[in-house]
């Protein structure tokens, strides 16, 4: 196996952080998308504020990202709680304009039914009488 020479290996490492460090620079110059994360910002603005003897709160900018996430999160909850709420009204009121249609479909079933019941005793009834009649 082919050893690799330190010195080489050391060289290749320091220009490739060159490099992602002018590439780093550029991105965060040039695209909306920062290579730098937040958290670095809020660490390094925080440290040099200890360093000259204050407090990392006293920092303009200071968030507590934990917080925001959870507020984000917690407001994204609550939009998808309000879309649900809206989801099953909107159910319920259809359900409960179908279950009238329903009903009154339904009544007007029972009295179809009921006339042709009546319909049908009438129809027995004179056949009955007719049959009656002649047999008399």
Not at 41 to 68: C, H, N, Q, W
Not at 70 to 99: A, C, G, I, P, Y
Request: glycine fraction near 2%; include cysteine; hydrophobic fraction near 35%.
């Amino acid at each position: 196996m082919p050893s690799i020479d330190p010195r080489s290996l050391l060289l290749f490492s320091a220009v490739l952080r060159l490099i992602l460090i002018v590439y780093g620079e550029w991105q965060d110059t040039h695209m909306e998308v920062s290579y730098t994360d937040v958290d670095y910002l809020v660490f390094s603005d925080a440290a040099s504020l200890m360093a000259s003897g204050k407090s990392p709160y006293e920092r303009t900018t200071y968030r507590a990202l934990t917080i925001d996430n959870l507020h984000d999160q917690m407001k994204t909850w609550s939009l998808k709680l309000e879309s649900s709420e809206e989801t099953v009204r909107n159910f319920m009121n259809v359900s409960e304009k179908e279950l009238k249609e329903l009903s009154i479909e339904k009544d007007e079933a029972e009295k179809s039914f009921r006339n042709e019941q009546c319909k049908a005793a009438n129809l027995i009834n004179e056949k009955g009488k007719n049959l009656h009649g002649h047999m008399l």
